[in-house]
T-cell receptor, first 110, second 114 residues
């Protein structure tokens, strides 16, 4: 599976959009981009995933560049409860080997 | 529908003891995995299974055994506990090992080895 690179930490003002970037320059054609988040020491929570097209659900939007080498997770109106570690992972047919990096610590400030 | 259930939630072991961390899911997911998370770190894959009777190693398998006799259960066994195995252990499951399906995680087992 392709490796990902994320910033270590980011801040966001409450009510503003949080844009979390992820680089995955070695992604291959059949690999998906997934985003998860982990609040405090809870189990990670699935947010969204995509292959080529941009995706949106009730939690977030995922923007994938045309060359698929990077993506951005967008939380449209961040709240204090969105403070968490956000993980971007790339996985394909061998999802069993999915590895998580250190993620981005997002702090939403009042 | 309980999702992924891990037991126990907390455990203290003495060095050299063995124990089994339990993981069960009721979603009929084929794929299950075990991760460990050390303080301030990301998750590291220990072992995974793509179906009953099939298991494979992840990044950090040493000191751990797994078996998958049923679709629902995927226990993780610590053979001889060491302080380096102090960590939070998460179990996860997914509908398929193919891409396109997200993982559901359990709430974790917090293990301390003294």
């Amino acid at each position: 599976d392709a490796k990902t690179t994320q910033p270590t930490s980011m801040d966001c003002a409450e009510g503003r959009a949080a844009n979390l970037p992820c680089n995955h320059s070695t992604i291959s054609g059949n690999e998906y981009v997934y985003w998860y988040r982990q609040i405090h020491s809870q189990g990670p929570q699935y947010i969204i995933h995509g292959l080529k097209n941009n995706e949106t659900n009730e939690m977030a939007s995922l923007i994938i560049t045309e060359d698929r080498k990077s993506s951005t997770l967008i939380l449209p109106h961040a709240t204090l409860r969105d403070t968490a570690v956000y993980y971007c992972i790339v996985t394909g047919t061998n999802a069993g080997k999915s590895t998580f990096g250190d993620g981005t610590t997002l702090t939403v400030k009042p | 529908n309980a999702g992924v259930t891990q037991t126990p939630k907390f455990q203290v072991l003495k060095t050299g003891q063995s124990m089994t961390l339990q993981c069960a899911q009721d979603m009929n997911h084929e794929y299950m995995s075990w991760y460990r998370q050390d303080p301030g770190m990301g998750l590291r894959l220990i072992h995974y299974s793509v179906g009953a009777g099939i298991t494979d190693q992840g990044e950090v398998p040493n000191g751990y055994n797994v078996s998958r006799s049923t679709t629902e259960d995927f226990p993780l066994r610590l053979l001889s506990a060491a302080p380096s195995q102090t960590s939070v252990y998460f179990c996860a499951s997914s509908y398929s090992f193919q891409g396109g399906y997200g993982y559901t995680f359990g709430s974790g087992t917090r293990l301390t080895v003294v």
